[in-house]
């Protein structure tokens, strides 16, 4: 209940009768029985006139205070300004509301403030001057602990709305992120299927690639089986004229094994034989301006044999159309009473 909503302007004026002053105990009964504090002053120095149990317990003083000035008071209410405020209503007429806290008291064996809200009410008299100040004040306490807690709760729920804006705003990071996850994790599926299909057609060359090394090494374990039946020293030599192939028969005759000649450069070679005099028919094959050159030189063979070496100089030929290099056949002829035998 608040104090709007109890009747301010009182007439305490009786006539001089046992009926007024009879309902003038009425009233003060009435006014000690009231739930809110009560009291009047008159004149200019505030004197009290009445105050009610409740008033009472506000200023924590007894009955005994009735007629001193109201500065004697509130002198309980320390720093509340009561006596301005009476002289303010006095003077002008007008009523004035203010909110005071009591000094601390005991409650419940616990220190705590209590808070009113007091208001000033002037009354009239007949000629409408003012002639007594009604004071009365509600505890409003509860209601100031409650706006406070209000408060306190908005402050709360302001820094949970920050709060949850700020979730808000890293769980959209987040689904950002996760949606970039979900792009990165389609791309490196795409990128997977693409080094299995790789995967595949290496597996697939690597296949071709080792049929066709087989292929090459059958290839040239029957080229050595054919070079190695010939009665023939046979070697091979590229366009630069290194040595490709070394047979059997060319290392009995000169005593070279073919892991020694191989890469070598022909015209390098120190055996038995005079290479510098096969240079030019070597290179003459190699143009291709003849089909084989035949040359017999002296030599001697790995056992130091005096030997005349019959040399046949053919064009190696790739798919019938390109020279890609030269093969030599060699064959001793071993001098037998300064002939060859």
Not at 222 to 249: C, E, F, K, Y
Request: with cysteine; hydrophobic share 40%; net charge negative.
């Amino acid at each position: 209940m608040t104090l709007s909503e109890y009747k301010t302007d009182l007439d305490f004026s009786f006539e001089p009768s046992i009926s007024a002053e009879t309902e003038l105990r009425i009233l003060k009964n009435c006014l000690h029985q009231f739930p809110i504090a009560i009291a009047i002053t008159t004149g200019a120095t505030h004197i009290l006139q009445f105050a009610n149990p409740a008033f009472l317990q506000i200023v924590e003083c007894s009955e005994e205070i009735l007629g001193q000035p109201i500065w004697r008071v509130v002198s309980k209410l320390a720093g509340q300004s009561f006596y301005d405020h009476c002289t303010h209503v006095y003077q002008t007429g007008s009523p004035l509301s203010v909110n005071t806290v009591s000094n601390p008291h005991s409650s419940n064996s616990a220190l705590t403030d209590t808070c009113f809200q007091f208001v000033f009410q002037p009354q009239h008299d007949v000629e409408g001057n003012v002639e007594s100040v009604l004071i009365y004040a509600a505890d409003i306490t509860e209601q100031i602990q409650t706006n406070h807690r209000i408060e306190q709760l908005e402050g709360v729920a302001g820094e949970l709305q920050v709060t949850n804006e700020e979730l808000q705003t890293t769980q959209e990071e987040l689904e950002t992120t996760i949606e970039e996850f979900d792009v990165l994790v389609e791309e490196l599926r795409t990128a997977n299927d693409e080094l299995s299909l790789l995967n595949e057609e290496l597996q697939s060359l690597t296949g071709e690639l080792q049929q066709a090394s087989d292929e090459l090494n059958q290839s040239e374990l029957s080229l050595q089986s054919i070079l190695s039946s010939l009665p023939s020293g046979v070697v091979i030599l590229d366009q630069d004229l290194h040595v490709q192939s070394w047979s059997a028969q060319a290392q009995e005759l000169w005593g070279l094994w073919a892991t020694e000649v191989e890469g070598q450069h022909f015209l390098n070679l120190d055996i038995g034989l005079p290479i510098e005099q096969l240079a030019k028919p070597i290179r003459t094959c190699l143009s291709g301006a003849v089909q084989s050159q035949d040359v017999t030189l002296a030599a001697t063979n790995r056992r130091g044999q005096s030997i005349e070496c019959e040399v046949t100089c053919v064009p190696l030929i790739h798919q019938r159309t390109e020279i890609v290099g030269a093969i030599l056949l060699m064959q001793q002829k071993l001098f037998t009473g300064g002939k060859a035998a």
